[in-house]
């Protein structure tokens, strides 16, 4: 229906602008190739938790990649509060980046919505840009 098509396509521009926003505000990710975040906007998908939820255990191995979409978590490090994190913001980012175990701690403070994508295809994305650019040279 009219309405349907309606709702799917400002959905779909709202989730576009989101995860674009996010990822220019991330100091790691701000300088993507404009294909490459257009890469991630289309594989991420959506995902939810109960407040209270652990999203990231410190020391876990990483595997998905988030951005918050709605309600604030909370960042721990060995007990101790870093920070809030509240919508259109990038976490979970520093273990798939760099390889590493999960360097803190996360909590949803509310019931949250997140937009997600695995380290399989987030690191697809970076090594496939990487490697088009290396062979230009
Ligand atoms: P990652 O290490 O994959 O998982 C935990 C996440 O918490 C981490 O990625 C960052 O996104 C976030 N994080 C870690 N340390 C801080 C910090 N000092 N301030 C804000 N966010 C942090």
């Given amino acids: 229906s009219q309405l349907t098509d309606v709702t799917?396509?400002?959905?779909?521009?709202?989730?576009?602008?989101?995860?674009?926003?996010?990822?220019?505000?991330?100091?790691?990710?701000?300088?993507?190739?404009?294909?490459?975040?257009?890469?991630i906007m289309d594989c991420m998908h959506p995902t939810?938790?109960?407040?209270?939820?652990?999203?990231?255990?410190?020391?876990?191995?990483?595997?998905?990649?988030?951005?918050?979409?709605?309600?604030?978590?909370?960042?721990?490090?060995?007990?101790k509060k870093l920070c809030t994190i509240?919508?259109?913001?990038?976490?979970?980012?520093?273990?798939?980046?760099?390889n590493c175990t999960r360097t803190a701690t996360v909590t949803a403070l509310t019931d949250i919505k997140l937009w997600a994508i695995d380290r399989q295809g987030f690191q697809t994305i970076m090594m496939r840009t990487g490697l088009i650019k290396h062979s230009q040279y």
């Fill in 48 to 79: 939810s938790l109960t407040k209270g939820c652990c999203v990231i255990q410190e020391g876990d191995d990483g595997s998905t990649v988030y951005v918050l979409e709605e309600g604030m978590v909370e960042v721990t490090k060995q007990g």
């Fill in 86 to 98: 509240g919508p259109a913001k990038v976490f979970g980012e520093l273990a798939i980046l760099y």
């Fill in 8 to 39: 799917l396509k400002s959905y779909g521009k709202n989730k576009d602008e989101l995860i674009q926003r996010a990822l220019m505000d991330n100091d790691f990710m701000k300088h993507l190739e404009h294909g490459q975040i257009l890469t």
